[in-house]
């Protein structure tokens, strides 16, 4: 069974600084991971998604990492500003099992941003 | 593109009642539609998966006759939460693809009180 483990479980830091957050996975066997932002009471918003057979995407000031044969994928978030506090999920599609085509979520990191 | 609504975004109700809700892909069709409630601090969980025209495959755990989902059409998935419990309170969010094993997109979520 896939399971999602994100570190660390929450982060805070002051503006400005640049951050990293920890994805990593079980099973290899995925199509596909995808970075969520949440913010409280909300649905979720995609930030980047990486397909198995990338090594990474940007978007902005956002860099998103996969390293599947490992198991482990990393968001860069750079010169961070109080307005990216919020709780951010990765999520693998796995590609085999009973879990096909079915996402699994890691719990979150939730991170705080002070002026 | 690639948007997906839900209704009611918010609704409270009375122990026993039953409550819809609705999820709607408004500018693809969705031939897969996932639904996945979230308790205060927790991440989603997947409930159960639904494929236009055919029953849903529900998670080990999940009552299949409480959470009633219909997936009448290519645009449209309904979850009915039956004789609703106050441990039903939560957030449900529910998901849509449109194909294979592509992106799943999220709908806004709907916050379930239960009196």
């Known amino acids: 069974k896939q399971e999602v483990t994100q570190i660390p479980a929450a982060l805070s830091v002051p503006e400005g600084e640049n951050l990293v957050l920890n994805c990593s996975f079980t099973?290899?066997?995925?199509?596909?991971l995808q970075w969520f932002r949440q913010d409280p009471g909300k649905g979720l918003t995609s930030l980047l998604l990486i397909q198995s057979s990338q090594r990474e995407q940007t978007s902005g000031r956002l860099n998103a990492s996969l390293d599947k044969s490992s198991g482990r994928s990393t968001l860069y978030i750079a010169a961070s500003q109080p307005g990216d506090s919020a709780t951010y999920l990765c999520?693998?599609?796995?590609?085999?099992?009973?879990?096909?085509?079915?996402?699994?979520f890691g719990q979150g990191t939730i991170l705080t941003v002070h002026p | 593109g690639a948007v997906v609504s839900q209704h009611p975004s918010w609704v409270i109700c009375k122990s026993g009642t039953s409550v819809k809700i609705e999820c709607r892909s408004l500018?693809?069709?969705?031939?897969?539609m996932f639904w996945y409630r979230q308790f205060p601090k927790q991440s989603l969980m997947l409930m159960a998966t639904?494929?236009?025209?055919?029953?849903?495959?529900?998670e080990q755990g999940v009552e299949k006759d409480k959470f009633l989902i219909n997936h009448a059409s290519l645009t449209l998935s309904t979850l009915t939460v039956t004789s609703a419990h106050p441990e039903d309170s939560s957030f449900y969010i529910c998901?849509?693809?449109?194909?294979?094993?592509?992106?799943?997109?999220f709908g806004p979520g709907t916050r379930l009180t239960v009196l």
């Open positions: 500018d693809f069709q969705a031939t897969t």
């Open positions: 099973d290899s066997a995925i199509y596909n």
């Open positions: 999520a693998v599609t796995n590609a085999g099992g009973t879990s096909y085509g079915k996402l699994t």
């Open positions: 998901s849509a693809r449109d194909g294979g094993v592509g992106e799943q997109f």
């Open positions: 639904s494929n236009e025209g055919s029953k849903a495959t529900y």
